[in-house]
């Protein structure tokens, strides 16, 4: 069964600053990759995916990620956060033809003004 | 309508309480999800539904029991719960993966939860 693995558990970063965080996963095949975002009290929201093709994936509120094969990974990243940015931060995991979708751990965000 | 809704948005119930959460989505998606989640936790996947038939059931007790009416609802019936069970309770849906609509990347829709307490 695929797995998925986020190493940084608490990221404090201040505004303006540059953002990655590690997504990992571990499956023997064809795999989809998603960044979701929940903030303060609201519903889980998409920031991106990656199924195949472009490696460089471009997401909402000015994310993207990078898949990167060799390395079983897709980090997210944003040039400049903001305040308004501060959530808790899940990768997920699921293979195609298959509707067993797999988080990881979450990293929570947190910019100071 | 890209909505995953969910009632209600908060429960509180005691342990003999019989109680029923609702999801609905009109998206025209065939696969329905329930999730559980602890504070600070990932979502846990409880139930998947797929064409309304039960397609995988994590381990989950038997005091929460799980519905499809129809293509457009899920309920998820709660019974005898203990004060552990309190979570927020995440529906979600999507296209079936390698059903009739077959999706290559099977993008899952959350409703904002159903927040609940057992006393």
């Known amino acids: 069964a695929q797995s998925v693995s986020q190493h940084n558990h608490h990221v404090i970063l201040s505004e303006a600053a540059s953002l990655e965080l590690g997504c990992n996963y571990s499956?023997?095949?064809?795999?989809?990759l998603f960044w979701y975002v929940q903030y303060p009290g609201q519903h889980l929201q998409l920031l991106l995916k990656y199924f195949s093709g472009d490696p460089l994936v471009k997401g909402i509120k000015g994310f993207e990620a990078e898949f990167i094969k060799s390395k079983f990974s897709l980090n997210l990243r944003k040039p400049s956060v903001q305040w308004s940015d501060t959530a808790e931060y899940f990768c997920a995991v699921n293979a195609p033809g298959n509707n067993d979708m797999r988080f990881g751990a979450g990293t929570r965000l947190t910019v100071k003004p | 309508d890209t909505e995953v809704t969910q009632t209600p948005k908060h429960l509180v119930m005691g342990m003999t309480n019989k109680k029923s959460l609702k999801c609905e989505q009109h998206m025209g998606h065939r696969a329905m999800y329930w999730y559980k989640q602890k504070a600070k936790k990932p979502p846990e996947l409880m139930f998947v539904y797929s064409y309304e038939k039960l397609s995988i059931n994590e381990s989950v007790p038997s005091r929460f029991s799980p519905e499809c009416p129809n293509s457009s609802l899920l309920n998820l019936h709660l019974h005898a719960l203990q004060p552990e069970d309190s979570a927020l309770y995440l529906c979600?849906?999507?296209?079936?993966?390698?059903?009739?609509?077959?999706?290559?990347?099977?993008?899952?829709?959350f409703g904002p939860g159903t927040r609940l307490t057992v006393l």
């Open positions: 979600a849906s999507s296209k079936v993966a390698g059903g009739s609509y077959v999706s290559s990347y099977n993008e899952q829709f």
């Open positions: 499956y023997g095949g064809t795999v989809n």
